[in-house]
């Protein structure tokens, strides 16, 4: 059983950065592809990045890439979401997840366990 608890939403300007983490408990968080998803209101859950576990590959969605940067500490069991030149339109709940098998890293119905998620907001 793995549980997620974010942090570090909030309000910022456009332009701004933020990062959030995602802490989980559990002695094997090193063996888990780690997720991060968002939904704006109105709209399907999105997949935004991804860190996996075997050979440390990282994915983005086409619309993040250069801007966002997934990581992770293992030793602290957290992953991290760091968002620069944040744009109105990255706003939304962001949610963390995680998973320890499946076939696509994009898919949000592949993985197990989630976050309660959190706030970000982007001002124009």
């Known amino acids: 059983q793995v549980q997620l608890v974010e942090s570090g939403g909030g309000l910022v300007q456009a332009g701004g950065s933020l990062r959030l983490s995602c802490a989980a408990t559990?002695?094997?968080?090193?063996?888990?592809?780690m997720g991060w998803f968002r939904q704006a209101p109105g709209k399907e859950r999105e997949f935004v990045a991804a860190?996996?576990?075997?050979?440390?590959?990282?994915y983005y969605l086409d619309s993040v890439k250069g801007r966002f940067t997934i990581s992770r500490d293992n030793a602290k069991n957290t992953v991290y979401l760091q968002m620069n030149s944040l744009k109105p339109e990255d706003t939304a709940v962001y949610y963390c997840?995680?998973?320890?098998?499946?076939?696509?890293?994009?898919?949000?119905?592949?993985?197990?366990?989630w976050g309660q998620g959190i706030q970000v907001t982007v001002s124009s």
């Open positions: 559990g002695r094997t968080f090193s063996r888990y592809t």
């Open positions: 997840a995680a998973r320890n098998s499946g076939v696509s890293v994009t898919t949000w119905t592949e993985y197990t366990y």
């Open positions: 860190d996996s576990w075997s050979g440390g590959n990282t």
